[in-house]
């Protein structure tokens, strides 16, 4: 995939980097940023020329749409730095894609790739210096769109600021992921808002974690919105089921997230002759497979998390199938072999120790 700038984007650069402050050795995930962030306005029926300027905080009237009726989306990237130290993004235009199908969900305009991708470019480029190379480290990216009418009624809003900025992170997981599955909240439904990255989704999930994480568990495997017995999706990343040698990950049906990552490893399963089952799973067939002993693997994956293993899976009182059977306990992680592959190869895909046979690395 080849880098394309079509424009110069104005900048304002800092007075003084903050990068000589942080300890990429110790640093906690999305509470640290770089530099600078990209910002462009969407009013009249038209979006203006983007600009890139010190990452600050930003104003806005206490009547914006965004905070009163939900009209707020947003996308997730990671930067890296290649083996000669050059920065690289690792499928971009799908996070564009993705972003313009939240848009056109949530009744917004749709972002241009120039502004996106032209703009997206100017700022890692500008902010090179904030990718670590350390293992498992990487520049995390963060587009979003929020509506700014200051308007308290219910409509679309007809003015929008577009914003990227990013923050400089180590590994989501550093452990076997422990997940909860519960039939006590609901993710989706189908003809809602699920495939969408919208912010709502994320905001209506918390409880159903934080539940989660109050009895030992790390996330939520959520099931399905209208039956409450099929798998979907985790918090924060796609689930995959190796089930006797076969790889089972969710359908998408309108309401699991196209997850970028999920795909990637989906293709890279094709190429290991490995066959990938994208169907509906029910939560019973995951426990029964445990029991029998052929649930292999279990493993998570997204942006943020990567590739992460899950260590056990509980349930809840509102989960009836599931009544009276013990946790499920995978095999250590030293014993698998397909989610470690899948690591390996798409982290030296990204900092080319491995060839880019599907392009989906693009130079900075």
Known sequence: MEAIMNKKIATERVSKSRLSTVDFDHIPFGKI???HML?????????????IVPYDKIS????????HY???????????????????LFRPRENWVRMNHSAERMCMPAVPEEIFMDGLLALIKLDAGWISQNEGSSLYVRPFMFATDEFVGIRPSESYRFIIFSCPVAAYYSHAV??????????AIDGGTGEAKAAGNYGGSLMGARDAKDRGYDNVLWLDGRERKYAEECGTMNIFFVIDGVVVTPRLDGTILHGTTRQALIELLHDMNIEVQERRISIEEVFDAAESGKLQEVFG??????????????????VPELK???E????????????????KNLTDIRVGREADIHGWVLPV
């Open 178 to 187: 422990g997940l909860l599955v519960t039939a006590k909240y609901v993710r």
């Open 70 to 88: 939900g009209q707020s989306i947003f996308e997730g990237l990671k930067a890296y730095k290649n083996q000669l130290g050059e920065p690289v």
């Open 324 to 326: 009276g059977r013990p």
């Open 328 to 343: 499920i306990q995978l095999p250590p992680v030293e014993q698998w072999t397909i989610a470690p592959a899948l690591l």
């Open 33 to 35: 940023f770089a530099d």
């Open 301 to 318: 994956a997204g942006t943020a998390a990567t590739v992460a293993p899950v260590g056990r899976i509980g349930h809840d009182e509102s």
């Open 39 to 51: 910002v462009a306005d969407y009013a009249n029926g038209a979006w203006g020329e983007p600009k």
């Open 60 to 67: 806005f009237a206490p009547s914006i749409s965004a905070l």
